[in-house]
């Protein structure tokens, strides 16, 4: 079963300030997603990479796949409060068979 | 948009109890699946489908079935609730091969006494 580990497990900040979390694996995977969960509410898809080394803008995120397809990033440049949420990788393994979701980053951002 | 709704936000049962959720989706997507959801373990896969009245067990199956009579509509059961069956239920529709962009409902939180 492949495996995806999410860093940190949770992270509070100021609004204002920059973050980064992660998504790592020992497997190589074809593709990933990041989806976001409010509180209350299902996850809702942020973006896809498919392709190593590929880096994804969606206004203040940056998502980046990395070189060997088992990591993934996302960088949010000055928080907000409605950046709060439950973070979640998922991805696709290289044979196209198996979809599989990280245990997520928990993020808080105060006001 | 896509719209995927679940029956209630909200289930208090008691154990042995028979439990159904239901799940509807209105997209037309051949792909629609059963998550739970707990605190430092993510979303678990308990079924899935990928037409009517086919089913594939996930990662966690015991303890459920499922049943698909339509396109559009998939039920969760739990044969007999038990206190360790207490989670965030959340239904996902999505159309073409495994990587495809799954649309989740609300969630149902489910309370086995």
């Known amino acids: 079963t492949q495996l995806l580990e999410q860093s940190p497990q949770f992270l509070s900040i100021q609004e204002g300030e920059n973050l980064t979390v992660y998504c790592n694996s020992s497997?190589?995977?074809?593709?990933l997603q990041w989806y976001r969960q409010e509180p209350g509410e299902g996850p809702v898809l942020l973006v896809t990479v498919v392709t190593g080394g590929e880096v994804k803008k969606l206004k203040r995120l940056t998502f980046q796949f990395g070189d060997a397809r088992k990591d993934s990033s996302l960088h949010i440049t000055a928080a907000q409060p409605g950046d709060t949420g439950l973070y979640l990788c998922?991805?696709?393994?290289?044979?196209?068979?198996?979809?599989?979701f990280g245990p997520g980053t928990r993020l808080s951002v105060l006001p | 948009d896509v719209k995927v709704t679940q029956s209630s936000r909200y289930l208090v049962k008691r154990t042995g109890e028979k439990v159904f959720l239901e799940c509807v989706q209105d997209?037309?997507?051949?792909?629609m699946f059963w998550y739970r959801q707990d605190p430092g373990l993510g979303l678990r896969l308990i079924y899935f489908?990928?037409?009517?009245?086919?089913?594939e067990k996930g990662d966690i199956p015991e303890g459920y079935s499922v049943s698909r009579e339509k396109k559009e509509r998939f039920s969760l059961i739990l044969e007999s609730a038990s206190t360790n069956q207490t989670s965030m239920y959340l239904c996902a529709s999505s159309f073409g091969g495994p990587g495809g962009t799954q649309y989740f409902g609300p969630g149902t939180r489910l309370l086995v006494l």
């Open positions: 998922a991805g696709v393994d290289n044979y196209g068979q198996n979809f599989v």
């Open positions: 997209m037309d997507h051949e792909n």
């Open positions: 489908s990928y037409d009517v009245k086919m089913k």
């Open positions: 497997s190589v995977f074809s593709s």
